[in-house]
Nanobody, 124 residues
């Protein structure tokens, strides 16, 4: 599976961005999909994840109520709608795929495939 993330950019605090992650291969629609982020000098951290059909989603506490993960399996694409952005949301955002639902999905090691990352910068 290959993942291609896009949609990052520069936005002012309080603004919105929508990230997209296109997955190659028809089987990607059966995978758990998620988003992580990594700020300079920090560990990669979990942001959000979605079950294969999108019926179950979960989030890191620091994005609850502001970010929404969704997916369109017909397009093999997962999205991350980010609202009310804060300067501390500045990071490289990575999409990830897990075919076998290892662990809770909140750890980096739970995921098998990674996209290349897209930079999100929030100015104050």
């Amino acid at each position: 599976v290959q993942l291609q993330a896009s949609g990052g950019g520069l936005v002012q605090a309080g603004g919105s961005l929508r990230l997209s992650c296109a997955a190659s291969g028809r089987t990607a629609r059966t995978y758990r999909m998620g988003w992580f982020r990594q700020a300079p000098g920090k560990e990669r951290e979990f942001v959000a994840a979605s079950s294969r059909d999108g019926s179950s989603t979960y989030y890191a506490d620091f994005v609850k109520g502001r970010f929404t993960i969704s997916r369109d399996n017909a397009k093999n694409t997962v999205y991350l709608q980010m609202n009310s952005l804060k300067p501390e949301d500045t990071a490289v955002y990575y999409c990830a795929a897990d075919p076998v639902y290892k662990g809770s999905g909140r750890l980096r090691d739970d995921w098998d495939y990674w996209g290349q990352g897209t930079q999100v910068t929030v100015s104050s």
